[in-house]
T-cell receptor
Framework: SQTIHQWPATLVQPVGSPLSLECTVEGTSNPNLYWYRQAAGRGLQLLFYSVGIGQISSEVPQNLSASRPQDRQFILSSKKLLLSDSGFYLC?????????????FGPGTRLTVL | AQRVTQPEKLLSVFKGAPVELKCNYSYSGSPELFWYVQYSRQRLQLLLRHISRESIKGFTADLNKGETSFHLKKPFAQEEDSAMYYCALSGMDSNYQLIWGAGTKLIIKP
């Protein structure tokens, strides 16, 4: 069966420090991978998605970047965190089908920037 | 423009009362509609999709193309239904990516 992991679960970082959040998927090949930020009252904001190794699409301009060094690994990074980067970050995967696109979510990472 | 609107940020109903979470969409083609749910301290997960025409945990949702709506309904709310609910759509025009509503927090009062 397929599983998705994210770590760390929680993170407290000072402003200006770097960031690296990792997401890995098991039990499937060539998944689409997604990074979302979930904010109270604002729903899910798609940050990045990837349809293959080294292929990253950015949905919003921001202080963050993403990379996909391996088929089932998706990394969210920042060189210098801002206060506004605080939030709950979700990784998800899917296998694209013509009939739809069910996404499966990881447990999330709670990031607090102080 | 492709858009999903959930007009209620918060919905509070008493246990045993009917529940309706509203979802309206704007889409030029034929979308597939979904409801996702996130219970406290659990992962966001798919609740149901319109194409399946199924009832999950007593919830149903009917796609109304004329009103461009996909409201989620349950005749008798239970306390364990308290959660965050998101409506989303997918279709060819969005390259099959999910377009999300802002979410509705449902609170069931005892």
């Amino acid at each position: 069966s397929q599983t998705i992991h994210q770590w760390p679960a929680t993170l407290v970082q000072p402003v200006g420090s770097p960031l690296s959040l990792e997401c890995t998927v098991e039990g499937t090949s060539n998944p689409n991978l997604y990074w979302y930020r979930q904010a109270a009252g604002r729903g899910l904001q798609l940050l990045f998605y990837s349809v293959g190794i080294g292929q990253i699409s950015s949905e919003v301009p921001q202080n963050l970047s993403a990379s996909r060094p391996q088929d089932r690994q998706f990394i969210l990074s920042s060189k210098k965190l801002l206060l506004s980067d605080s939030g709950f970050y979700l990784c998800a995967w899917s296998v694209l089908r013509r009939a739809g696109n069910e996404q499966f979510f990881g447990p999330g990472t709670r990031l607090t920037v102080l | 423009a492709q858009r999903v609107t959930q007009p209620e940020k918060l919905l509070s109903v008493f246990k045993g009362a009917p529940v309706e979470l509203k979802c309206n969409y704007s889409y030029s083609g034929s979308p597939e509609l979904f409801w996702y749910v996130q219970y406290s301290r659990q992962r966001l997960q798919l609740l149901l999709r319109h194409i399946s025409r199924e009832s999950i945990k007593g919830f149903t949702a009917d796609l109304n193309k004329g009103e461009t709506s996909f409201h989620l309904k349950k005749p008798f709310a239970q306390e364990e239904d308290s959660a965050m609910y998101y409506c989303a759509l997918s279709g060819m025009d969005s390259n099959y990516q999910l377009i999300w509503g802002a979410g509705t927090k449902l609170i069931i009062k005892p």
